[in-house]
């Protein structure tokens, strides 16, 4: 870990941050305000009428209370989609472009060797995605402790955010490792990207019929299963931690490539 | 002893890109000039050298030390100025300038503000907004203002006007008389002339000629040009002398000393007018470069 550098980075994408952070209150805030105890059975009604649209966005079972709603809503696609566009571009900003354009010239020109850059860069990413699902977190408990008298379970719903966080970490390590991996912004940023829409679209193919269901199995995006975790399901925990072991095995990798690979600097 | 050695290096991009089987060392305290055409190679020596990538073949070393694995303990003895400028676009000039600072350990400031006086350089400005000769300025006070032992610079005056190369020059004298180790590449040979105590040149990836400046300047012709008052005359001339270019009255060749046999000769004939100049170390060059033997012998 490099502090300057540590530093230099956090500073420069606060906007990008504050961009993201504004989108997801946007979605979170509105979602949380559409909840109405008694629009939850018509949504069910509207649900058991389109189940395919339905399902695809993630959103069986609408469910009754605050809680399975949010998770519903948010949990199925949005809070999934926004974070990882938020790394993809952190991605870009914090290694495929510094290689792309050269940059990286000088922050190899320093008496510090290429595993120290690599650590701090990926620090940063994995920093700024957990800051923007605490602050989803908090602002979704905010919003809905102001609106609804019961607010929602607390503890299961950290639990969901934790596990959500491993899920963007395997996904940002991920697409960390392409960055570090290639020199041009298309295969760098773009494998990545494609990789991880792929896994949503799958998702969202499997969730459509039982004779597809088997795709479940094709995307890492199965290992986060809200609902679930809300529940406390011990195998839904155990899939959690898996999706953060994964992460630390793209890391280890991304590392171990980046110091030995030819930079086009 | 030799501070940077590249031996036997190659590094092959295919399609005849890249260096094959080079070699050669700097001194301590010596300056020198790496000189070739664009795509010669130059740049891809110097990524080796910084470690950015590493040879198929051959070994570079700075102080005894791998450039590759051991990049991290190279870097810090090591004053670097890219061929490409690339800065990080978010920060204006003297952040960058700070940031680099930093990143690179340096202390004392004294350097970074003498270099930023000297250059007359204003690096408050958006660093997207620079023209190409002050973003090179900033890469210049980078490079230098870590006092480090060796310098490496990767055509050190690209996007200067003439003045500023001038003061570039009088920067790398002045670093010269300090001590320290400096290989510059360039295709600008005024600059490497008045600075470097030894020319590696390269062509295809391949080291063609290994130089020291003082052999070169004293077995460096002239370059004669006199206008005879008629063609007989300048054709009767021209059969003393090889390779020489006859024009109508004008006649041009390169000769080295036989001064006085010269002008014995031209006193016995009517001439109307006669420059002489030192052959540039771009024509000195180009008998390498492009191959063209006729009579050069100098070395």
């Known amino acids: 870990m490099n502090g300057t550098l540590f530093k230099k980075e956090m500073k420069s994408n606060v906007k990008i941050f504050l961009i993201f952070a504004a989108i997801v209150t946007l979605y979170g805030s509105v979602i949380v305000a559409m909840y109405d105890p008694k629009l939850g059975e018509s949504l069910n009604m509207m649900a058991t009428a389109m189940p395919e649209l339905f399902a695809a966005f993630g959103m069986v079972d609408p469910g009754l209370t605050l809680l399975d709603f949010i998770l519903n809503y948010l949990y199925g696609f949005l809070l999934i989609v926004i974070p990882f566009v938020f790394s993809v571009i952190l991605c870009h900003r914090l290694m495929a472009r510094y290689i792309d354009q050269g940059s990286m010239a000088y922050l190899l020109a320093v008496p510090y060797n290429r595993n120290v850059l690599l650590r701090t860069q990926l620090f940063v990413l994995l920093v700024w995605n957990f800051l923007l699902i605490a602050y989803v977190s908090v602002l979704i408990l905010g919003v809905s402790s102001l609106m609804f008298k019961e607010g929602i379970e607390v503890l299961s719903f950290l639990w969901v955010n934790l596990a959500l966080f491993f899920l963007h970490a395997f996904l940002s390590s991920m697409c960390f490792l392409f960055a570090c991996s290639f020199n041009e912004t298309k295969f760098s940023i773009g494998l990545g990207a494609g990789l991880g829409g792929c896994f949503v679209l799958i998702q969202m193919l499997s969730k459509v019929s039982d004779t597809v269901d088997f795709l479940k199995y094709f995307t890492p995006l199965t290992l986060f299963d809200p609902k679930k975790l809300a529940a406390f399901d011990s195998n839904a925990l155990c899939w959690a931690i898996s999706l953060l072991l994964g992460s630390i095995v793209w890391m280890i990798l991304a590392s171990v490539i980046f110091k030995k690979r030819d930079l086009p600097l | ?299």
């Not at chain 2, 014995?264 to 191959?291: D, M, P, T």
Request: aromatic share 10%; net charge negative; charged share 30%.
């Open chain 2, 1 to 299: 002893m030799s501070v940077i050695e590249i031996q036997n290096i190659t590094k092959d991009y295919g399609g005849h890109k890249g260096v094959f089987d080079v070699s050669f060392d700097v001194q301590k305290g010596e300056v020198v000039g790496f000189l070739g055409p664009n795509g010669s190679g130059k740049t891809t020596t110097i990524r080796q050298l910084m470690g950015f990538i590493k040879p198929d073949k051959g070994k570079v070393t700075i102080f005894e030390k791998d450039c590759f694995e051991k990049a991290s303990e190279v870097q810090g003895s090591i004053g670097y100025l890219p061929g490409e400028i690339a800065f990080m676009n978010d920060m204006n000039g003297l952040e960058f300038i700070e940031f680099m600072a930093k990143m690179k350990k340096i202390k004392n400031k004294e350097k970074m503000q003498e270099l930023i006086r000297f250059l007359e350089l204003d690096p408050k400005g958006k660093i997207k907004r620079m023209s190409k000769g002050m973003k090179q300025k900033i890469g210049i006070v980078i490079a230098f203002m870590g006092d480090a032992d060796i310098l490496i610079l990767d055509e050190p005056t690209s996007g200067l006007d003439p003045l500023m190369q001038n003061k570039f020059v009088e920067l790398i004298q002045k670093e010269k008389e300090r001590g320290k180790t400096i290989l510059m590449s360039s295709h600008i040979f005024e600059e490497v002339e008045h600075t470097c105590d030894r020319v590696v040149m390269i062509k295809d990836g391949q080291i063609i000629a290994v130089e020291k400046m003082d052999n070169i300047r004293k077995n460096r012709q002239k370059y004669y040009e006199i206008e005879f008052e008629n063609e007989h005359e300048a054709r009767k001339f021209a059969d003393y002398y090889q390779n020489v270019k006859v024009d109508h009255h004008r006649v041009s060749f390169f000769l080295k000393g036989e001064v006085n046999e010269l002008l014995h000769r031209l006193s016995q004939v009517q001439i109307v007018e006669i420059n002489a100049r030192s052959q540039s170390l771009e024509e000195l060059f180009l008998h390498y470069y492009g191959g063209d033997n006729h009579e050069w012998n100098a070395f």
